[in-house]
C-alpha cells in the first residue's frame, strides 16, 4: 500500500477548499492557450466507456457582448417560456434542501445589503448571470441528446476538473445553471443544433478581490452527516 504524500494531500486540499463561485471579475483577459491548457486537464475526467460527451462553447470579446446583450434584452423583456431543456432543480422543494438554498440566498443578498423586500434590486443581481458576472470569458455546455442521464454525472465530473484545473492556474469559476432558461438564444446564436440540449454555463476569469460579493462562502455538511458504514 502507497503512504499518503503529505505535500500532495495539502495541495489538493488547498485547492479543493479555496474554490468558491465567483460573482465578480477582473476584465484582464485569459489567453487562448491557458483557456486550452484547462479543458485539456479537465479532459482528463473519467466518464462512462470513455465516451467523454462534452460539447463547450467558448465566448470571449465581442462575441460574449452580443450574447450577453441577447440574453439579458430577454431577461427584461421575456418571449418566450423560460424552462430549461431538463429539470436541474426539483420541482418542488423539500427539507432539507430547501433551507440550504434559501440560506445561500440570505447569505448573498446580505453581503450586497440588499433586503428581502427589495424585489428590483434582487432582480438586477439576478440579471447579473446574463453578463456573466463581467468575466471575460463565458462558457456554455452542451450534451448530445442522444446520451443517457449517466452522461449527466460525467459532465458533473469534467465540470468539477474544469474549475480545479482553472483554480491551479489562479483564475477563478461560476457555475450557471440560470443559462438553461434561455436556450432558444443559445441554440441560434452559437448554431447549437437541436440534437444538442443546454447542460449549464461558466463564467471564468480572474476574481476581483475588492467586491465584497465574492466573500461569500457556502457551507458544507461533514461526511459524517451524509454517509453510512455498512460493515
Not at 470513455?50 to 462553447?57: E, I, M
Not at 470571449?60 to 441577447?70: H, K, M, Q
Not at 420541482?91 to 423586500?117: A, C, F, H
Not at 443517457?148 to 483554480?167: E, K, P, R, V
Request: glycine fraction near 8%.
Amino acid at each position: 500500500m502507497t503512504a499518503p504524500n503529505p505535500d500532495t494531500v495539502e495541495i489538493v486540499g488547498s485547492t479543493l477548499g479555496a474554490r468558491r463561485s465567483i460573482r465578480r471579475f477582473l476584465p484582464t483577459p485569459v489567453p487562448k492557450d491557458t483557456l486550452l491548457a484547462i479543458l485539456d486537464l479537465a479532459a482528463t475526467a473519467p466518464s462512462g466507456v470513455n465516451t467523454q460527451p462534452w460539447k463547450v462553447h467558448i465566448l470571449t470579446g465581442n462575441r460574449l457582448a452580443a450574447i450577453s446583450a441577447a440574453l439579458l434584452a430577454e431577461y427584461e423583456a421575456p418571449t418566450f417560456e423560460h424552462k430549461g431543456e431538463y429539470d436541474y432543480y426539483p420541482q418542488q422543494w423539500v427539507e432539507p434542501y430547501q433551507s440550504r438554498r434559501r440560506q445561500t440566498g440570505l447569505d448573498l443578498y446580505s453581503l450586497l445589503n440588499i433586503g428581502k423586500e427589495d424585489k428590483a434590486r434582487m432582480k438586477a443581481q439576478w440579471g447579473r448571470n446574463f453578463r456573466f458576472f463581467d468575466a471575460p470569458v463565458g462558457l456554455i455546455f452542451s450534451l448530445d441528446r442522444i446520451m443517457g442521464q449517466g452522461s449527466l454525472i460525467d459532465y458533473g465530473g469534467f465540470l468539477q476538473t474544469l474549475m480545479i484545473a482553472a483554480q491551479a492556474y489562479g483564475l477563478a469559476t461560476c457555475v450557471q445553471a440560470a443559462f438553461c432558461e434561455y436556450h432558444p438564444i443559445l441554440h441560434r446564436e452559437l448554431a447549437i443544433p437541436d440534437s444538442e440540449f443546454i447542460v449549464c454555463g461558466m463564467s471564468l476569469g480572474y476574481a476581483d478581490p475588492a467586491d465584497p460579493v465574492n466573500a461569500l462562502v457556502t457551507g458544507r455538511i461533514p461526511a459524517h452527516e451524509f454517509t453510512r458504514f455498512h460493515e
